[in-house]
């Protein structure tokens, strides 16, 4: 049952990487059954936390959950940039992972957790160029009237609490 949780917080919380995962596992020279993998990834995961090699990362993130998907997702994106270079069948991928990916995984925690990390910031700052650069576009009239002196909101935010965000500095700093 935690595998199959597991696999549904990632892809509805990390969904950036694990639809790289997917749609590599769907490609016919490269698939590979991205459940199966995810349970791999799961016990192996859970078995790391329980023998106490993870301590180091859950003392890090404070939540022993937030450290072991921290783990997790480093592992699962060894196990696909191993899959994407290779060229591998899916009657290999049981000797990939458990031969290859877990023992490395293993040894290597903190270069795997950092390889990740790196992974997704390219990814986060590459649409992050993009879409300011379709920001400036769609919210240029709305920049040139603020500069005018008008005071306009391109769009309405809202806080988790529902609340609009203060524009006061006194507010901010209270």
Not at 78 to 93: A, L, P
Not at 124 to 151: F, V, Y
Not at 155 to 161: A, E, I, R
Request: with cysteine; charged share 25%; hydrophobic share 35%.
């Amino acid at each position: 049952m935690f595998g199959a949780l597991q696999l549904y917080h990632v892809m509805t919380h990390h969904t950036t990487f694990m639809y790289e995962v997917y749609n590599l596992s769907k490609q016919p020279d490269k698939a590979f059954p991205v459940a199966v993998a995810s349970l791999h990834v799961s016990l192996h995961a859970l078995d790391v936390v329980m023998s106490g090699k993870l301590d180091w990362l859950c003392i890090d993130k404070e939540f022993v959950m937030e450290a072991m998907t921290d783990y997790y997702l480093a592992v699962f994106f060894e196990f696909y940039k191993r899959w994407e270079k290779g060229n591998f069948t899916e009657n290999e991928f049981h000797m990939i992972f458990d031969v290859n990916v877990l023992p490395y995984a293993k040894k290597q925690q903190k270069r795997i957790i950092k390889n990740y990390l790196r992974h997704v910031t390219a990814k986060r700052n590459s649409k992050d160029i993009k879409s300011k650069r379709k920001l400036s576009k769609t919210e240029l009239s709305a920049l040139r009237k603020s500069e005018g002196g008008q005071k306009t909101t391109p769009t309405d935010h809202k806080t988790s609490s529902g609340l609009k965000p203060t524009t006061d500095k006194k507010a901010k700093l209270a």
